[in-house]
């Protein structure tokens, strides 16, 4: 009989419920439910839909118990750096405010003015984003100072959902590196730059690795969905669960979780937190097993799948209505098609530009970007197509260098997993911007690298090295 483990992969568009088990010495995968992740505009500020998000966790659930398909054991990821406050009554405070809302502006400067933003880097290692938690909390503390004076507890959004699955509280160490407020080298909350800020103390307990058990369903739960598991951690930060699930048997290869965001990067045993690591914006991430993900995040799919919203007519947020609608639906594969035949456009965007992080069109963006910038302004599907490839391709080639020179690696590869590798034009590209071999999969990256942490602890594998060589004969890889 088939022992069943369940990875809930939550992204910022979806999640999805993907069951693994090991069938013939291979790793088997069933999506057994897919739901809408949404965001709302609430009270002014941009918001997550928290019950339409728990709604989608529990159905997929009731969805494993309908196939007789019981998981032995349920881990959940999401994206990283969103979290909720709880009072004493484990009630959230306000509302779940998503990492794009525009609240975080001015932050980085009242950080800095506590904490230079060198001194910042070399404790924690954390790149400089507008929406890193540090700075989400530290405009919860100018504007609605008493949502922190209530507070009792602080999770992160997976570590939310794992509390309500379970009645109980942890704090994983991945998805916490995100914050800016975790030691690189101490691998736990920076007290001190914690009191530095004047952010409650109470609120940051101690941090759980990869693997710990967070608990049984609570009786509500195994009363609702008809059978009872164990909670696990895996990796909650889904780059970190992404980065597992890589096939590589080398260490010259660089690791590119292609979605919404494009996370490249390479895997570390020591945090790499020098002054030139800061210029180049690297990001030391923890991950499971003593490692640090040394890598850039890139703005990545975002941007092409806001353009495809726009032209379709259909809405990211509520009260947001495109005006670039063509009363044509264009498929993914339809707009590199269209790409492909403006091959001839020169224009090169700085995808990472904050002007294209939360825009109200991204088209405008990208027309304002280039008209402000010099550059010859896309009209044409294609050409705007075409930009946003050539960005991203060179992007990726640009921090393949960075990571290069500052690690000192000779760079042999490039391993592209999640749903980004089916994307055969953009690897293509890529190929020929770095020069170096792309390998594309597995396309379930961060699902499988969730499993893994569950398999490794119920047995099924020896260590991570055991699991990678399963993936690899497990699931085909393309080389471009």
Known sequence: MNRYFLAIDIGASSGRHMLGWMEDGKMKLKEMHRFENRQVMKNGHLCWD??????????????????????????????????????????????????????????DSEVFSIIPEKELYAKCGIQKQPFNTIYQLMAVKKDIPEALQAAKTFLMLPDYLNFRLTGVKKQEYTNATSTNLVNAKTKAWDMELIDRLGLPAGLFGELSQPGTVVGELCEAIVKEVGFTSKVILPATHDTGSAFLAVPARDETSVYLSSGTWSLLGVENREPITTEAARKENLTNEGGAFGTYRFLKNIMGLWIIQSVRRELNGTEYVEGRKSKYATGITYSFPDL?????????????????DESFLSPVSMIDAIKHYCADHDKAVPETVGEIMQCVY??????????????????????????IIGGGCQDGYL???????TGLPVYAG???????????????????????????????????????
């Open 427 to 433: 690897n293509e590209l890529t190929a020929k911007a």
């Open 442 to 480: 597995p396309i379930e990256g961060t699902a499988i690298g969730n499993l893994v942490i569950q398999m490794i602890n119920a047995g099924l594998f020896s260590d991570l090295a055991q699991a990678r060589d399963c993936i690899f004969k497990s699931f085909s890889i393309e080389e471009f």
């Open 336 to 352: 590199i098609a269209e790409a492909r035949a403006a091959e001839g456009f020169e224009t090169v965007l700085d995808v990472n």
């Open 390 to 415: 050539k960005g991203l391709s060179q992007c990726y080639a640009d921090t393949v260098k960075q990571i290069s020179e500052i690690t000192g690696k000779e760079i042999t590869g490039i391993n």
């Open 50 to 107: 928290l019950e339409n998000l728990w709604t989608g966790v529990v159905e997929g659930l009731k969805a494993c118990k309908n196939e007789d398909m019981i998981p032995e054991t349920i881990g959940i990821d999401t994206w990283a750096v969103d979290f909720v406050l709880l009072d004493d009554k484990d009630e959230i405070i306000g509302d779940a405010v998503a990492y794009r809302d525009e609240r975080t502006k001015g932050m």
